[in-house]
T-cell receptor, first 113, second 118 residues
Framework: DSGVTQTPKHLITATGQRVTLRCSPR?????VYWYQQSLDQGLQFLIQ???????AKGNILERFSAQQFPDLHSELNLSSLELGDSALYFC????????????FGPGTRLTVT | AQTVTQSQPEMSVQEAETVTLSCTYD???????LFWYKQPPSRQMILVIR??????QNATENRFSVNFQKAAKSFSLKISDSQLGDAAMYFC???????????????FGKGTHLIIQP
């Protein structure tokens, strides 16, 4: 158990809908990262937040957004969902942006039908 | 942009034997961090081992060790005394030493599926 929690574990929704994925980092970690794992694209970095502020952006679509709250939990919002958004979405955390390894949550499996 | 290549989509090894998974990367940076992550059927991403590029000594964690060849931009993972529980997807990952602009995010290879034959 990495100490990072993600809810829900599974999510099934229809095209065009909007969903919110939630992540709670390890106790004491200030940075949260979001990744997408799909068959087509593999594991891709989406976005990073550090202590409530957006820190870095990767291959995140404009239809996707995220935020980190004062209690350091983070939410990833996916809107206007398409079939191709079906994937496993991971959250990871570490103490600060300059730390080495990132600790991953169990992921949220999103299925868009 | 950095790229990470794992040229072996699948590897098979007999239980108790040794296997080496390959990883090469492309970067213009002189300092960086490299990682191996394991993803078993549960889909959980588990950190196996890490290497700082400025360290010449190869990292070791119990039965797992790396062969880091900086000039060749190669970072292979050796698993000794393979066990059934080692069966998983293994991902090589790169992280820039710099902060911001996406640099803190990990760049992953496509993965190697490791099969352990009993």
């Amino acid at each position: 158990d990495s100490g990072v929690t993600q809810t829900p574990k599974h999510l099934i929704t229809a095209t065009g809908q909007r969903v919110t994925l939630r992540c709670s980092p390890r106790s004491g970690d200030l940075s949260v990262y979001w990744y997408q794992q799909s068959l087509d694209q593999g594991l891709q970095f989406l976005i990073q937040y550090y202590n409530g502020e957006e820190r870095a952006k990767g291959n995140i679509l404009e239809r996707f957004s995220a935020q980190q709250f004062p209690d350091l939990h983070s939410e990833l919002n996916l809107s206007s969902l398409e079939l191709g958004d079906s994937a496993l979405y991971f959250c990871a955390s570490n103490l600060a942006g300059h730390s080495y390894e990132q600790y991953f949550g169990p992921g949220t499996r999103l299925t868009v039908t | 942009a950095q790229t990470v290549t794992q040229s072996q989509p699948e590897m098979s090894v007999q239980e108790a034997e040794t296997v080496t998974l390959s990883c090469t990367y492309d970067t213009s940076e002189s300092d960086y961090y490299l990682f191996w992550y394991k993803q078993p059927p549960s889909r959980q991403m588990i950190l196996v081992i890490r290497q700082e590029a400025y360290k010449q000594q190869n990292a070791t964690e119990n039965r797992f060790s790396v062969n880091f060849q900086k000039a060749a931009k190669s970072f292979s993972l050796k698993i000794s005394d393979s066990q059934l529980g080692d069966a998983a997807m293994y991902f090589c990952a790169y992280r820039s030493p710099y902060s911001g602009g996406g640099a803190d995010g990990l760049t992953f290879g496509k993965g190697t599926h490791l099969i352990i034959q009993p």
